[in-house]
């Protein structure tokens, strides 16, 4: 009981539960009720999105690229924060990090794949350099009925370019390929 409690009181000074004491029913101190203050992360999740799909048809309003420009400025915008919070795109290993550990931490499950690439492809990537592509195998933002917010999709890429407009590195996304993936691909020009 004693080592329960003291767990207990550990987690009451988190603030991740509350305790409520209940009438006392005869003699000694009435009992204490325990309560978890963590919120359902997939409830939470699934509010955000309809309230970003809301906050898209608003703005969408008659005019949907306007709302894919704001989209955009609004993903520059939480760029610049990434930044001042320490992301950071300007070598080739910091930008790999920092995009695929954002990734994971977002929930895009990526998968690395390092290649030499030896032609020159649509990729803009010149011969002989090193690439990473990160394959992005699950999305956060799709709903439990399988809809895309299509605002958050822009909201990323816009993200993407100032890290490639900041970065001497060659960035690219390519959002919702065939199979439903979306891939990021860091090309090491300098070398």
Same mark, same amino acid.
């Given at each position: 009981?004693?080592?329960?409690?003291?767990?207990?009181?550990?987690?009451?000074?988190?603030?991740?539960?509350?305790?409520?004491?209940?009438?006392?029913?005869?003699? $000694?101190?009435?009992?204490?009720?325990?309560?978890?203050?963590?919120?359902?992360?997939?409830?939470?999740?699934?509010?955000?999105?309809?309230?970003?799909?809301?906050?898209?048809?608003?703005?969408?309003?008659?005019?949907?690229?306007?709302?894919?420009?704001?989209?955009?400025?609004?993903?520059?915008?939480?760029?610049?924060?990434?930044?001042?919070? $320490?992301?950071?795109?300007?070598?080739?290993?910091?930008?790999?990090?920092?995009?695929?550990?954002?990734?994971?931490?977002?929930?895009?499950?990526?998968?690395?794949?390092?290649?030499?690439?030896?032609?020159?492809?649509?990729?803009?990537?010149?011969?002989?350099?090193?690439?990473?592509?990160?394959?992005?195998r699950s999305c956060p933002?799709?709903?439990?009925? $399988?809809?895309?917010?299509?605002?958050?999709?822009?909201?990323?890429?816009?993200?993407?370019e100032l890290q490639r407009?900041?970065?001497?590195?060659?960035?690219?996304?390519?959002?919702?390929?065939?199979?439903?993936?979306?891939?990021?691909?860091?090309?090491?020009?300098?070398?």
């Amino acid at each position: 009981v004693n080592t329960a409690r003291g767990h207990l009181d550990e987690l009451v000074e988190k603030d991740a539960i509350f305790s409520t004491t209940t009438t006392a029913n005869g003699r $000694g101190r009435p009992s204490l009720l325990y309560k978890l203050r963590i919120p359902d992360n997939q409830a939470v999740a699934n509010e955000y999105l309809t309230l970003i799909s809301v906050i898209a048809e608003h703005l969408a309003g008659d005019n949907p690229e306007h709302a894919t420009m704001l989209a955009r400025r609004i993903g520059k915008d939480w760029a610049y924060r990434m930044v001042e919070e $320490g992301f950071s795109t300007q070598t080739f290993e910091e930008a790999v990090t920092s995009l695929s550990a954002h990734c994971r931490e977002m929930g895009f499950d990526p998968v690395i794949t390092h290649q030499k690439q030896e032609t020159e492809q649509v990729h803009l990537c010149q011969q002989e350099t090193e690439q990473v592509h990160l394959c992005l195998r699950s999305c956060p933002f799709v709903k439990s009925n $399988g809809e895309l917010i299509n605002f958050a999709c822009e909201i990323h890429q816009g993200m993407l370019e100032l890290q490639r407009d900041a970065s001497p590195l060659k960035i690219i996304l390519e959002p919702l390929r065939d199979n439903g993936e979306c891939h990021i691909t860091v090309c090491d020009d300098l070398n």
